[in-house]
């Protein structure tokens, strides 16, 4: 069974990490205001500010905040500013027996896909597929605060991962499977094939969601992970919205999905509201869920925090 980090509570401390991309000092200072007026406090990674170009700073510097994090008694949720590109460049440098050591919520979406899933796969924590310091701002719909505080402060069980109204969720291939989930952007989860960071979908339930990709490269990256075995691999899949990702040749998201993914027979629930689309829900990674489609359900069956 996966190990579940303790309860966040206001008052708490978040560590503040860049692992990836940088981002702009502004916005850091603004959405770390925000996190203070609701009442936490704040510890900085050193390297938040940094601005290498692509990547915030080396490797071996952006590893040591996040392992810095997780060492920090007083730390109860690691909280990176942003994903971007290159996250996948610090997992060799991290300690997964320390993280496994000293559980501590972690949260993200975007190229912190790659960080989730590997601190699950290698460290059984439970993470979460959810909001990044850039969304702690007025403008986040309040659907995503409280899917955010539901996961990761509450010990609701069972949860119902529920599309605010906005946004209809469907299935399109009917079945009733119960596992881990895993899973996030598909371009960051590409990245990792061929190495020993690679997710390991087996006996699990995988999402997938994207952004800013047009639907050729939608199609390469299907392509690549059914190649890959992860379709045959995983109990069901659930994909989440391809927000503004431009039509090649004629051919949508959807289309590929009924191309390439409902063949496969599995059970297939799409439109979930995950990751780089308006309306985020909270799915965390590793935890047992049902996924209903028949009753077009997804449920997380425990508590997602001790």
């Known amino acids: 069974m996966a190990i579940k980090p303790p309860a966040l509570q206001r008052g708490d401390t978040i560590g503040l990490v860049t692992p990836g991309s940088p981002l702009d000092a ?179 339930i995988l999402f997938l969601e994207e952004t800013h990709a047009p639907t050729n490269m939608i199609y390469r990256y299907l392509a690549q992970l059914s190649m890959a075995g992860k379709f045959n691999d995983c109990l069901g899949i659930i994909m989440g919205q391809c927000t503004e990702c431009p039509i090649s040749y004629n051919t949508t998201y959807a289309d590929l999905i009924n191309q390439i993914l409902v063949p496969i027979g599995k059970p297939l629930m799409i439109n979930l509201a995950t990751g780089h689309g308006r309306f985020k829900a909270a799915l965390p990674i590793g935890a047992s869920v049902n996924l209903n489609t028949t009753n077009n359900t997804l449920t997380v069956l425990e508590a997602t925090v001790s």
């Open 26 to 204: 502004t916005i850091i200072n603004t959405r770390m205001q925000y996190l203070r007026d609701m009442g936490f406090n704040i510890a900085f990674g050193t390297n938040l500010y940094a601005y290498g170009g692509i990547v915030s700073a080396p490797a071996e510097k952006r590893a040591e905040d996040v392992m810095s994090m997780f060492r920090n008694k007083s730390v109860k949720m690691i909280l990176p500013a942003r994903g971007g590109t290159g996250v996948q460049t610090i997992l060799p440098f991290l300690d997964f027996d320390v993280i496994r050591a000293n559980p501590k919520i972690i949260t993200g979406y975007s190229d912190i896909t790659i960080l989730l899933n590997c601190l699950y796969q290698f460290s059984d924590l439970v993470t979460f597929h959810s909001l990044m310091l850039m969304d702690f701002r007025n403008e986040t719909p309040s659907y995503n605060f409280n899917q955010f505080f539901e996961a990761t402060s509450t010990f609701t069980s069972p949860r119902i991962i529920r599309n605010p109204p906005e946004l209809q969720q469907m299935s399109l291939v009917p079945g009733n499977v119960t596992g881990p989930l895993i899973g996030g952007n598909m371009t960051s989860l590409v990245s990792t094939l061929g190495t020993q960071y690679e997710i390991d979908t087996k006996g699990k």
